[in-house]
């Protein structure tokens, strides 16, 4: 199974956004991710619903949306309203993690939990049964463009064996830097979902860079 590619429209040309996501729809991208930045929990501030809502509208693939605010729990019903389909929050952006990805699920879309590069594997071990998706930043949050961070091929080996262990179903995304090179390795290691922004949209052909991230990974 796998990879699943969600390509980061926080490097897309946001002059064209309704023309990118078109790019991303002709692709074999499986989902469109989605960073939402608050200026608190980490310094940039990125886009909100109004944005969202526009993306859903034009999208064909579902919305994979990443919030990098504090107390995310306080914005999961009205993303739902705009077509979230995956909705990640960060464990360090949580007063209580576990009751955040319940009150996610409970909208009936998917909850995802994203660590920091900082932050070990395992502080999510009590509750790793629950959570959809589990994400590693494999870089510091809050900017797009950056070298992924050599620890997280062990971080993503060490997460696959919990997982393995206590909840089966759940897929681990990456999340930064990801290029041919360390998105074959990432998938090596046990990653299902590769999200990539800078990789896919600053090359000269988004679509063919999407398609080549996913069969390089499969053949690699
Ligand atoms: C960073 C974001 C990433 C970012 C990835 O805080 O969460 O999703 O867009 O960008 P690249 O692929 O350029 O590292
Ligand atoms: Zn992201």
Known sequence: MGPF????????????????????????????????????????ISFGFPIIEHVNKVATKPLDVHLMIIEPVRYVVPLVEVGAHIITVHYEAC??????????????????????????????????????????????????????????????????????????????????????DTGEKLFEAGADILASGSFVFKSENPADTIDRLKSTCMNG
Not at 9 to 26: G, M, T
Not at 115 to 129: A, K, R, W
Not at 155 to 174: A, H, T
Request: aromatic residues 6%; proline residues 6%.
């Open 5 to 44: 590619i969600s390509p980061s429209i926080l490097s897309a040309d946001f002059n064209n956004l309704a023309k990118e996501i078109q790019v991303i729809n002709s692709s074999s991208a499986d989902f469109i991710h989605l960073d939402v930045m608050d200026g608190v929990f980490v310094p940039n």
């Open 95 to 180: 007063k209580d993690i576990e009751r955040t990805v319940r009150h996610i699920k409970k909208q009936g879309v998917k909850a995802g939990v994203c660590i920091n590069p900082n932050t070990p594997v395992s502080v999510l071990q009590d509750f790793i049964t629950e959570p959809d998706v589990v994400m590693l930043m494999a870089v510091e949050p809050g900017v797009g463009g950056q070298v992924l961070i050599e620890s997280t091929y062990a971080k993503v080996r060490e997460l696959k064996s919990m997982i393995e262990k206590y909840n089966p179903v759940c897929m681990i995304e990456v999340d930064g830097g990801v290029n041919y």
